[in-house]
């Protein structure tokens, strides 16, 4: 067989080469009186030439997440120079705690540069800053700094990054700032933004030791809060704590508040846990700004949960006084940040059913559509599946396209192959026929080596004629006007129907009687037969009448009208889940059939049959209306006579089953509100495919002897598979038998 037809950039700047500590806030300790300090800015080290950004586009999850939004960031820093910041146009606001304006420059500009860069120039790109400056005469008091944390929270800040060690030791309730007491600063940031609270990203400190919280806790002074806080600590890029940052150590309540991340940022020439918590702060912007229906103890949660153990820490359990706490969790709390895996679908992906997330839908790995070749390349070359939203466990959208998992049931080439394969007289499935009659009973079937594909009862009883047959569905109708016309074996009629090809078996039943010389009545019904795989409910019957008129003794045309019932299915088609189909399809088909003998041995037959009808759905799919399908099949055959009596030479033109037009109305996800409301759209797609099959044959047979015969097919088909865009298909076939 000759078969050709297959079926953000990340931006920064370099300030200067120096190493950078997470800022000690001088009063941010202890008892939490207003004492005042200098940041630790650490010894200016230069540093190489910068290297290669190591963060880039995040990728690697099965489906794209949502579009992103910005989010807003509050940068609480000393100072800023906001035209030494990377990306300085997405800085949208500011604040002086101390003079209540928009100018944050002097004093510590450096330190605020860095950060708001390290933040506006990662790879996700979804972060606005509003920069609040909590410094006055080089000094950060503690109170200032809660106060500042509180500002950025009130003024809409989703995330709240704080690059200051010591910011999980809890201050004294009466420390205040501009009137405003330290606790009622923080709860701002638990308020927030309607209720949802802002993530609280705060630096560990690097100072290469434990973290001390002085036996004043923020989890135990402020719960709420430290319930979307995120302690940051650095790493050396090797999954090993960087010797200079600080470290949950013994303390579990830190522990499960703790991620690591990079220390240095080699686009910025500087390093340490500032630099960490400004990375954490990204990330944290990353998935609120995709989902903005997440709370902050979600967002910050979603962080932890899904933060990397693949530190060899983690393999150790001799660390802390005990000597046997797990190493990783001491030194790296949950792990490393690991945005592409925070980003990633949590759980089963669901296409959503109902008005609700939360009401549920259909599994999407649960989800898919077979077609019949009545299809062709409709469905799959439409976008109406295309930017398709399923959600998570978490309620998170992500665009999928689920035309993907919209496939023919058996593509071309290999329903060539199997058309091959059965007229194969060297194949173990070249089928075997036999017949035995008695009387006015005939009994016939068609076998191979793996069992039974066909059989036929027929009987007669005066003007009445009963035939009982039974076949595969993907095998020819013992009943069809192929198999009546008596041609030779062709190939293009090997495959069956588009409407029985997914079933395992069909079951049917056919009466004629005689009104007269000319003229009869037909009646006939099929059913499938059950899935024995039990992969579908698809099922199907048809029930046809129709009137026979033969004028001639060499001529009979056959008309008929009949319906098919399908359920679950339509046209050869099942799906299942949200991409299933309704429960009550109809279609109503008519037809006429022609078969005339013409002399000189050669006889003939012709069928046409049109259905058209409308469709209902479930999941996605809504229904579908103005369906009309068409097949037609014709056939001519010389047979031999006298010496050449062992001949034939056979003719076939047909096109299978094809749409040749149908609209189908989708409802589809697209997206979701914050109180948990589905968006959908109504898109529509044509089912009537891009081309139209048409498989011209002959075929050729002939005996050189009592026991050998030689037959010749050559099939070349016409856009395959109803596809423009498919270059033709030929297959020729050569066989030999000889009877022992």
Not at 122 to 133: F, H, P, R, T, Y
Not at 306 to 330: P, V
Request: hydrophobic fraction near 35%; include cysteine.
């Amino acid at each position: 067989m000759d078969s050709r037809y297959r079926l953000l950039l990340s931006a920064g700047f370099v300030v200067g080469a120096l190493s950078l500590e997470g800022c000690s806030s001088g009063g941010g300790g202890g008892g939490g009186g207003a004492s005042e300090g200098t940041p630790d800015q650490g010894v200016y080290t230069p540093m190489s030439q910068p290297a290669p950004s190591t963060s880039g586009p995040v990728s690697g999850v099965s489906v794209a997440p949502a579009r992103a939004a910005f989010v807003r960031v509050g940068v609480v820093d000393g100072a800023f120079d906001v035209t030494a910041i990377a990306n300085r146009q997405r800085v949208v606001d500011s604040l002086n705690v101390h003079t209540g304006g928009t100018d944050v420059r002097g004093g510590n500009e450096w330190h605020g540069n860095v950060v708001a860069s390290t933040i506006s120039g990662g790879a996700l790109g979804v972060a606005e800053l509003d920069l609040i400056k909590i410094e006055q005469d080089g000094v950060n008091r503690s109170s200032a700094i809660n106060y500042g944390v509180g500002q950025a929270a009130a003024r809409g800040a989703q995330v709240v990054n704080a690059s200051f060690s010591q910011r999980f030791v809890a201050n004294d309730p009466r420390l205040g700032f501009n009137g405003v007491s330290s606790s009622e600063s923080l709860a701002q940031v638990v308020n927030a933004n309607g209720g949802k609270g802002a993530v609280y990203v705060i630096s560990a400190g690097n100072n290469g030791q434990a973290m001390d919280t002085q036996g004043q806790p923020l989890y135990a002074a402020e719960p709420a809060l430290y319930d979307m806080t995120l302690i940051a600590v650095g790493t050396d890029g090797k999954g090993n704590l960087h010797p200079s940052s600080a470290y949950p150590g013994d303390d579990a309540r830190l522990q499960a508040r703790t991620i690591a991340t990079d220390y240095v940022n080699r686009e910025v020439g500087a390093q340490g846990t500032s630099i960490s918590a400004a990375r954490i702060s990204e990330y944290a912007a990353g998935i609120l700004s995709r989902w903005p229906h997440l709370d902050a103890r979600q967002a910050s949660q979603r962080l932890l949960d899904t933060a990397s153990r693949e530190s060899a820490l983690f393999d150790r359990n001799d660390c802390g006084a005990s000597g046997s706490d797990n190493c990783g969790s001491f030194y790296l709390g949950q792990g490393e940040a690991d945005i592409e895996a925070a980003l990633a679908p949590q759980g089963e992906l669901v296409v959503a059913e109902q008005a609700r997330v939360d009401d549920g839908g259909d599994l999407v790995r649960g989800s898919y559509l077979q077609l019949s070749g009545a299809y062709g390349d409709a469905v799959r070359q439409s976008d109406a599946l295309r930017d398709v939203a399923v959600f998570d466990d978490l309620g998170r959208d992500y665009r999928m396209d689920l035309g993907q998992q919209v496939q023919p049931r058996v593509d071309h080439a290999t329903q060539m192959r199997r058309q091959m394969e059965r007229l194969s007289l060297t194949s173990a499935r070249a089928p075997i026929t036999q017949s035995m009659d008695v009387d006015t009973y005939r009994f016939t079937t068609r076998s191979d080596g793996g069992g039974l594909l066909s059989s036929r009862f027929d009987a007669a009883y005066g003007p009445a004629t009963l035939s009982l047959y039974s076949f595969a569905g993907g095998e020819v109708n013992p009943m069809s006007a192929y198999s009546e016309s008596g041609l030779m074996p062709m190939m293009s009629f090997q495959g069956g129907s588009a409407l029985t090809q997914a079933f395992d078996g069909v079951n049917g039943v056919t009466s004629r009687y005689a009104l007269g010389e000319h003229w009869d009545l037909t009646a006939s019904h099929w059913a499938s037969t059950l899935d024995s795989a039990g992969t579908s409910d698809y099922r199907a019957r048809r029930s046809d009448v129709g009137v026979s008129w033969q004028p001639l003794p060499s001529l009979a045309i056959d008309t008929f009208l009949g319906s098919l019932d399908e359920r679950q299915g339509l046209l050869g088609a099942s799906g299942v889940g949200a991409l299933g189909l309704g429960e009550e399809n109809r279609m109503t088909f008519a037809g006429i059939g022609l078969t005339a003998e013409l002399g000189a041995g050669i006889s003939g037959f012709a069928e046409f049959e049109q259905g058209q009808g409308s469709a209902s759905g479930r999941g996605l799919l809504a229904s579908v209306e103005d369906i009309v399908a068409r097949k037609v099949e014709m056939g001519l055959q010389w047979q031999g006579s006298g010496r050449r009596a062992d001949e034939r030479l056979a003719f076939t033109l047909r096109q299978p089953l094809r749409i040749e037009g149908a609209e189908a109305n989708f409802d589809v996800p697209v997206g979701r509100q914050l109180d948990g409301t589905v968006v959908r759209e109504s898109r529509s797609a044509s089912l009537a495919p891009s081309g139209r099959e048409i498989d011209i044959e002959l075929g050729y047979a002939f005996k050189t002897g009592e026991r050998s015969q030689w037959q010749l097919n050559l099939l070349h088909a016409l856009e395959p598979g109803h596809d423009a865009s498919a270059p033709s298909d030929t297959a020729a076939m050569v066989n030999y038998a000889y009877s022992f």
